[in-house]
Structure formats: C-alpha cells, structure tokens
C-alpha cells in the first residue's frame, strides 16, 4: 500500500479510492470518512448510489434489517431493502426536499452566470451544503477533494435530476469536462496508487486515468470477482499489466475478500497507524 510520505526521495504519492455504493451503504462510510477528514486520499470515484447514500445517511436513519426479508411485505411497508440495510421510503422523500433547493441554485448559477457544472462540481456543492461532519462529500468539499462519478443519474440522484428536468428543462451536466480533469490529475502526479473497492465502472474509470500516464505505480483491489465470469472486478493485476493500467514495476495486491470484512483492518494498519506515527513525530 502506497502510504503519502512528504520526505519521500521518490516523490509525493497520488492516490485514488474507488468504491462502489454498497460500502456507503454499509458501515463502510465511517472508514471512507475518515480518510477524506484526514486528507488520505486525492481523488474519488464512485457510482450515483455511493454519493446519495451518504446524504441521506445525514438526514434520516438506515436500520439494519436482513437479507431473508421478504420483497412484498417490505414494499407494503414502505421499506426498501439494500442487502441486509432498510431505507424507509420517507428517506428518499427527505432527499428531495432537501436535494430539489440546491439544484434549484445550481440551475440558476447557470442560466444566470453561465456556469456548466460537471458532476464532481455538483457533489463539491452538495457536500458544501449538507454542512455535516458525518458526511463523506463535506469532508471532500473542505479538504478539496475531487469525486468523480460517471454514473451520476444511476439511482435516486438521477430520478430526482429527471424530475427536475420538467420544471426546470435545459439544466446541463458536464460529464467530459471530469473525465479530462481525472486524466490530467494522473497525468499531473508523480506517482500513483490505487485503492479499489469492488469493480465495475469505479475500477476502469481509475484505471484508465492512470493508464494515461504509464500505469499506477501501486495497487490494491478488494473484491470477491473472479477472472472467469468476465468482469472488470474479476480481472487480474496481471490483465491490468497487460492494458498498462499498472507499471511493470508495480507489486499489485488483489484481496479475494468482502471488503467490508477488511477495509477497516488495511486501514487500521497503513493510513490510521502511518498517521499516528506522524503525530508523535509532531
């Protein structure tokens, strides 16, 4: 694991986290947290569900339910069932009250300012006007992380912007003008690492910035994937190798594990200790 060291003869480290929503969803916020409060991290991908989970976390409860829960009798009840997690729907409808405001804002910074706003400046908004300090995105907006999310419209986010789009109709989102930006952050560093969490659209993304660049120099993916159903999750640091998504140099870890069951100890043991060790040194 790449760990940033200032004094490091090698240069300063770049380091990318990648999650899918899941982890948002579970108890895997509070680490996700904790790294963007302590600025561990420089850049974030993650997919529409791993930006609104975190907001609505700030605004209503999520219990935790079970996987054996039966469909019907939840939707009767006005619950939906993410894994073993319950969001009641009155969660979502707090969502918009709070969400519909500020895109309100936004549209008028451009129709007004002509301002086009790009995903990553949208979730910096959000995570400027949630103003909690539980939430993910205040602590990226505070601390100038970018999260770029490609996915923006995947999930209650993207109902609420379609919603939108009648009332307020021209509204516009930039999503190449992030994809540059995610590029030149890469092609900008010195090194790079990459921490990935599962697989899918927030592992290629990440990876195909830095193969812009040569390759990563670190990386470490969790996930349960293997390389023979076919998907990005699935495929090997070698397939990486391959693509030039990693340098040759570059001694990738990939940890065959549910990453809730792991993300805490990695962290525990590289970011939070490398951490403690730096203040004693202070």
């Not at 129709?111 to 910096?124: C, L, Q, R, Y």
Request: a negative charge; aromatic letters at 10%.
């Amino acid at each position: 694991m790449c760990i940033r060291d200032s004094s490091s003869k090698e240069g300063r480290c770049r380091i990318f986290l990648g999650y899918t929503s899941n982890m948002v969803s579970c108890g895997m916020r509070e680490v996700i947290r904790y790294l963007c409060e302590h600025k561990m991290v420089d850049c974030i991908v993650t997919t529409g569900g791993g930006v609104e989970e975190d907001f609505m976390k700030c605004l209503k409860d999520t219990y935790v339910g079970d996987f054996k829960l039966s469909g019907s009798e939840l939707r009767d009840s006005g619950i939906n069932r993410i894994g073993n997690m319950l969001v009641p729907n009155d969660n979502y409808c707090s969502f918009e009250d709070w969400l519909m405001p500020v895109l309100v804002k936004l549209y008028r910074e451009q129709t007004e300012n002509k301002v086009i706003f790009s995903p990553s400046m949208i979730i910096d908004r959000l995570g400027k006007e949630i103003n909690n300090k539980e939430s993910v995105y205040y602590w990226c907006h505070v601390n100038s992380i970018p999260v770029f999310c490609p996915a923006l419209t995947d999930g209650s986010l993207g109902d609420m912007l379609f919603f939108f789009s009648y009332k307020y109709s021209g509204f516009v989102v930039d999503i190449f003008s992030d994809l540059k930006r995610i590029n030149d952050i890469a092609a900008g560093a010195e090194r790079t690492g990459m921490l990935i969490l599962g697989g899918g659209i927030v592992k290629h993304h990440i990876a195909r910035a830095n193969l812009l660049r040569g390759g990563a120099n670190y990386a470490v993916y969790i996930n349960t994937g293997v390389e023979y159903d076919g998907s990005d999750a699935g495929a090997s640091t070698d397939e990486a190798l391959s693509k030039g998504e990693i340098t040759e140099e570059c001694r990738p870890v990939k940890v065959f594990a549910e990453a809730s069951l792991v993300l805490p100890i990695i962290v525990a043991e590289t970011f939070a200790k490398h951490r403690e060790a730096a203040s004693k040194l202070s």
